[in-house]
């Protein structure tokens, strides 16, 4: 049973073209990440979300937002995508900011033309 | 600031050899250390993790790893691997000051099992 969902799973815009990536999490955990993971790297955090409480990491360039509606789902806009914006993003929870363990979605791969 | 380094970005190895991934950190801090492993086009799972106690930490799947504070390691082993266990492996420390948004993940290492 999937606890993290994202959607969709793979993404094809072109370059200049919004795009919105949903994560949706069954666990009730007061914490929501975004994280972009290029090619053969590791995953960069690009901001977080505890409760309603909005965390930007001061490197996440302004091309990316988020919107957090409700506990269960989170969105990753990409207002104008470039070809370097192209990458896996993988939406992750935890229970609190204490908790310390990550649970994590199977990830959304974008791909920019 | 804390940092991660995986030594080795390939490794690969025959169907039931063991295996050792390595994992060093720094941190001025007393951190958790972390690993996750990644099936292509899939997120990452969490494979174990050290919070305090025993410094041998068994996780799924057969693996285990070693926490060593003077050595600044977390090495992650397996005595026996399978094709299965091909796969990405990330090294991840969290700093217990800054709880969760503090996760640093290493570049990874890519384990091919060889048949």
């Known amino acids: 049973d999937a606890m993290v969902i994202q959607n969709p799973r793979y993404q094809v815009t072109q370059f200049g073209k919004p795009v919105t990536l949903s994560c949706s999490q069954t666990?009730?955990?007061?914490?929501m990440y975004w994280y972009q993971q290029k090619s053969s790297q590791a995953p960069k955090l690009l901001f977080h979300?505890?409760?309603?409480?909005?965390?930007n990491e001061a490197d996440t360039p302004d091309n990316f937002q988020s919107r957090r509606p409700n506990t269960s789902f989170c969105f990753l806009d990409i207002r104008s995508p470039g070809l370097g914006d192209a990458a896996m993003y993988l939406c992750?929870?935890?229970?609190?900011?204490?908790?310390?363990?990550?649970?994590f979605g199977a990830g959304s791969r974008l791909t920019v033309l | 600031a804390q940092s991660v380094t995986q030594l080795d970005s390939q490794v690969p190895v025959f169907e039931e050899a063991p295996v050792e991934l390595r994992c060093n950190y720094s941190?001025?801090?007393?951190?958790?250390l972390f690993w996750y492993v990644q099936y292509p086009n899939q997120g990452l799972q969490l494979l174990l993790k050290?919070?305090?106690?025993?410094?041998l930490v068994k996780g799924i799947n057969g693996f285990e790893a070693e926490f060593n504070k003077s050595q600044t390691s977390f090495h992650l082993r397996k005595p026996s691997v399978h094709i299965s266990d091909t796969a990405e492996y990330f090294c991840?420390?969290?700093?217990?000051?800054?709880?969760?948004?503090?996760?640093?993940f290493g570049p990874g290492t890519r384990l091919s099992v060889l048949p």
């Open positions: 992750a929870t935890s229970r609190d900011r204490g908790a310390n363990v990550l649970t």
């Open positions: 666990l009730n955990h007061n914490v």
């Open positions: 979300y505890y409760d309603k409480d909005f965390n």
């Open positions: 941190s001025s801090v007393s951190v958790y």
């Open positions: 050290y919070l305090s106690g025993s410094t």
């Open positions: 991840a420390v969290s700093d217990l000051r800054n709880y969760g948004q503090n996760f640093v």
